[in-house]
């Protein structure tokens, strides 16, 4: 369970910005993601919330190697993935799988379930051997809850939570060591997204998989991570426990975020108090100087504009905060109290 | 209400009732295919025919069906009687024209109002939906908008003619929660200034619990409960609404496992015998197979439409 099976080191993600059709001018750069730096260790879960707009897609897209980082590493066991080519990294890509948040595009209309889940097998043919390819995927099938039988049925023949569950057989097909969920269960209702998250809770308890568990939606992050990395315009601002994040958050970003949740429960109309962000997030092409944060903050002083704060543990708290005005505040009103 | 499709006729409105009072905020709850959308979309009269056929049933404003007056009598209404807002800001503005165009032309049509006036008006539209800059914001068109401020420009265009009742599909699911909070404020202002009458469609149980007077939740085109809002969620009585409540992730407790809704909606075009719950419902009898259960009272402002009801409500 100590085991870092990914490292993140201060990982940077930049778009360039262009002008002109044929003299090509870069004219700016989107900072998607702006040094990020985490570990993963090996069977839990790191939850990574954030608006639209902070980098949580792109941070994905980097992990699994689909983008290469404009600098920083992505260690896995010891190598950086972001280095590695040719059959290095079609080895490497076995253990790491992504399940992408919509079932609906990301799905090939014109394969039928057996094919797409046993596409994995056709590029890794070690995994299973030709002929046991269909027994396989009919496990995979068992396995995420759909019938086994319906493996020649076409994706169009399935509702939206089955279809998640068919991108988890995929993303299971090759036995990796760790799933990136991106947004899993938001395109699904309510009842649905219960389901799913239940599964691929059941899942990590069967196959010891780490998940990276990407969402925007704060009560599905708590329900399903053990630690919780808050991110915002491209850098992650409050990283803990799920326990420190929830109860004990220091960071002015997080406590508006959390205190902006509505809470299924009328009887604490009147105790919850909502902090109000005012405007909208900033453009990553142009971030705020300093504390990126500081244009909607309510504690900002001058030097949140002159200094850019530090991931670290500051006095009084027990988690790392890039705030330079860290204090804990109660935010999420539990029941026991 | 129906859809005739090549695929068959889809049931999507099996006999809804509810109603709106002045100043009230009535939550529509239920998942997707439930038919809160197209309920509302019959009273505003935008669905197109064909597919969409009513075959039976009222809405009536001020006590008049609307279903039967004339087209002429009916566009009236829109807008001045009844607006309605919806979940896509950016598809429900025309991007070929500025914002502000959009606002004004409701005053020089409906109105008869000049251009100058006609602008000075949208001007405070969107100064009353907190868009700052409003004068240079009239200028400019949809896509320079954000998608919090593309919903505010919405709000200010939905309100333009004073409405009585504002139906809000799905407002706040496209936008984030910060600016959800922020969006939900103004509409709870706006709706007590004016004492309006809201609608409000939605799936999100937290939102409700935020905001709504009364809640309606439906499930394959019927209501099978309405309660006040804080009955309903301290003690649901019928078996959907408690799936649902048990389903929800909550922010406030870290629990294990969620107990969830078995199964699947029903398809439209084949809904099951008796009451359309029952093959997921955990409750389920023989009589449930049989016999539709009817939406009754089963307490003082409550409905449910389950025939286990009086157990679910008398039960502690």
């Known amino acids: 369970m100590t085991e870092n099976i990914l490292e993140i080191r201060d990982l940077v993600k930049h778009y360039p910005v262009t002008r002109g059709v044929v003299f090509k001018k870069t004219i700016g750069q989107v900072k998607a993601v702006d040094g990020v730096s985490f570990e993963l260790k090996a069977g839990e879960t790191l939850g990574l919330v954030g608006e639209s707009g902070c980098g949580k897609s792109t941070l994905a897209r980097v992990l699994m190697n689909l983008e290469k980082p404009t600098a920083g590493s992505v260690v896995y066991k010891g190598q950086d993935i972001s280095r590695l080519t040719g059959a290095a990294l079609r080895r490497l890509r076995r253990q790491i799988q992504l399940v992408m948040q919509d079932p609906y595009t990301s799905l090939n209309p014109r394969m039928t379930v057996g094919d797409l889940i046993g596409e994995p097998f056709e590029i890794h043919p070690e995994v299973a051997p030709k002929g046991s390819r269909q027994g396989k995927v009919k496990e995979l099938l068992d396995l995420v809850g759909l019938n086994p039988e319906h493996i020649n049925r076409y994706p169009h023949q399935f509702s939206g939570g089955q279809r998640q569950r068919i991108g988890i057989a995929r993303a299971l097909a090759l036995r990796p060591e760790i799933i990136v969920c991106d947004e899993p269960v938001s395109a699904l209702d309510v009842s649905i997204q219960a389901q799913v998250m239940n ?139 | 209400m129906e859809f005739r499709t090549r695929d068959g006729v889809a049931k999507v409105i099996n006999g809804v009732t509810y109603h709106v009072d002045a100043g009230e905020t009535l939550a529509v709850l239920g998942e997707s295919g439930s038919g809160k959308s197209v309920t509302a979309q019959t009273v505003m009269g935008i669905l197109d025919t064909p597919p969409g056929f009513v075959t039976g049933g009222q809405v009536r404003f001020h006590g008049k069906d609307m279903l039967t007056m004339s087209d002429e009598e009916r566009r009236r209404i829109r807008g001045e009687g009844i607006a309605m807002i919806f979940q896509d800001a950016l598809s429900a503005l025309n991007p070929v024209f500025t914002v502000g165009f959009q606002i004004a032309e409701q005053f020089r049509v409906r109105r008869g109002m000049g251009r100058a006036e006609a602008k000075k008006r949208a001007i405070e539209m969107l100064d009353q939906v907190k868009i700052p800059n409003a004068k240079s914001r009239f200028s400019q068109y949809p896509h320079q908008f954000s998608g919090g401020m593309r919903q505010r420009a919405m709000i200010a265009m939905s309100l333009a003619l004073d409405p009585e009742v504002l139906i809000a599909d799905e407002p706040t699911t ?137 157990e679910l409500v008398s039960r502690d």
């Open chain 1, 199 to 337: 599964l691929l809770e059941k899942l990590q308890n069967e196959f010891g998989l780490s998940y990276v568990f990407i969402a925007h939606d704060l009560s599905v992050v708590r329900h399903l991570s053990d630690r919780v990395a808050v991110m915002y315009l491209g850098k992650i601002v409050e990283i803990g426990t799920e326990d420190e994040i929830y109860e004990r958050p220091t960071h002015p970003y997080t406590q508006a975020l959390l205190s902006a949740v509505p809470v299924p429960d009328p009887t604490l109309r009147s105790s919850k108090a909502i902090i109000r962000l005012t405007g909208d997030v900033p453009s990553p092409i142009s971030p705020p100087s300093g504390c990126r944060f500081r244009t909607r903050c309510w504690k900002a002083q001058d030097v949140c504009a002159e200094q850019v704060p530090a991931l670290e543990i500051r006095d009084g708290s027990d988690h790392p905060s890039a705030c330079h005005f860290a204090e804990k505040r109660e935010i999420v009103a539990t029941h026991e109290a």
């Open chain 2, 174 to 310: 496209a936008l984030d929660v910060t600016v959800q909070a922020q969006i939900m404020d103004l509409l709870a202002e706006l709706q007590r200034e004016r004492q309006m009458g809201l609608i409000l469609i939605t799936h999100d149980l937290g939102v409700v619990a935020d905001v709504a007077d009364r809640i309606a939740v439906m499930y394959a085109g019927r209501i099978v409960e309405e309660a006040d809002v804080y009955e309903l969620y301290a003690k649901p009585a019928h078996p959907y609404t408690i799936g649902l409540l048990e389903s929800i992730p909550r922010l406030d407790e870290k629990g294990q496992e969620l107990r969830t809704i078995k199964g699947l909606p029903p398809n439209l075009m084949n809904i099951p015998p008796g009451c359309p719950f029952n093959p997921r419902c955990p409750m389920a009898q023989p009589v449930c197979r049989e016999k539709i259960p009817p939406l009754l009272q089963v307490a003082p402002g409550r409905a449910s439409a389950c025939h286990f009801a009086e």
